[in-house]
């Protein structure tokens, strides 16, 4: 450990639960799954896309912190971070598979060109990489509070299968909120490396996501048409009122994750998770319900 003032705090759940992704997807589902709005079904699916590349260098970045890192504590965190970020990118190819084979294969090209971009961003120091992991983890919780907060108004009538997905994904990613803020405060804690950090792993990610979006919008012949500008401003407006403040807090010098409280339905869902019967599928999410509840 390289930081000798770094002292573990207890994170806010009690465990980092290891999950079965086995959402069966439909082979026919058809891209725009949220019914009449083409803009935001394909802002979640160009965010989809980034997982395949963002969350193995997530994993690659907190395993070589695990060698720097003495804290057995931590050391735990970060396994169950890492075996939580492996089962999500691995479900998003699944379903990044489907969108390429039901109208998008142009996302190869995006595809190649992220492989490339976190292959560069490896090379960094491990104190620029975590800062990276940390900075897009603090954005995330901005993004989970959003997600599971305003599931109604962004889902409601939505495929319940892939909004069940992004939903369990953002369960998850409040489960481990605290873990690679904790990995850059153990490895370095430096202030200004973290507010780059932030930056970085935030803009970098919902840019090559909008790229996504763009590449898709650009296939269905709509992307020029006013009305489409006018969503996708729309879309990042909603996307920077609520994920913005997240940002704002995790710039000043005293974040820390334990800060941001985590919703009542995140905290309701893990606990009705524990009552699901081992081996059983994980029901999915009524979407048609207004109160969209637990699926336990
Ligand atoms: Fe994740
Ligand atoms: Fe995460």
């Given at each position: 450990m390289n930081n000798p003032a770094y002292k573990y705090i207890p994170k806010d759940v009690s465990e980092i639960v290891n999950r079965d992704f086995a959402f069966d997807f439909?082979?026919?589902?058809?891209?725009?799954?949220?019914?009449?709005?083409r803009v935001r079904s394909h802002f979640f699916n160009g965010l989809s896309l980034t997982m395949p590349y963002l969350e193995p260098f997530l994993m690659r970045t907190i395993s070589k912190a695990k060698k720097e890192i003495t804290d057995k504590e931590l050391l735990a965190d970060m396994t169950g971070f890492n075996q939580q970020e492996g089962n999500h990118y691995k479900c998003h190819i699944r379903f990044n598979d489907i969108l390429k084979a039901n109208g998008?294969?142009?996302?190869e090209a995006h595809e190649k060109r992220m492989f490339e971009s976190y292959a560069r961003l490896s090379k960094r120091s491990l104190r620029s990489q975590l800062a990276y992991t940390a900075g897009f983890e603090s954005m995330t919780n901005g993004f989970t509070t959003w997600l599971i907060t305003k599931r109604a108004a962004l889902f409601?009538?939505?495929?319940s299968h892939v909004t069940s997905f992004w939903i369990m994904h953002m369960v998850e990613e409040t489960e481990h909120k605290t873990v690679a803020y904790d990995a850059y405060m153990a490895y370095s804690g430096e202030y200004w490396p973290r507010v780059i950090g932030v930056f970085r792993g935030s803009f970098h990610l919902v840019g090559l996501g909008i790229i996504g979006m763009l590449i898709a919008l650009k296939k269905d012949k709509v992307l020029y048409r006013p009305g489409t500008i006018l969503k996708v401003l729309g879309q990042l407006l909603s996307f920077s009122v609520n994920v913005g403040p997240f940002l704002i807090r995790a710039l000043?010098?005293?974040?820390?994750?334990?800060?941001e409280k985590d919703p009542q339905w995140m905290k309701d869902w893990v606990k009705g998770y524990k009552t699901l019967p081992d081996g059983e599928l994980i029901p999915l999410l009524d979407t048609r319900n207004p109160a969209m509840p637990v699926p336990f």
């Open positions: 439909p082979a026919d589902l058809d891209p725009v799954w949220i019914p009449g709005n998008y294969p142009e996302f409601g009538g939505a495929s000043l010098p005293g974040f820390n994750p334990r800060d």
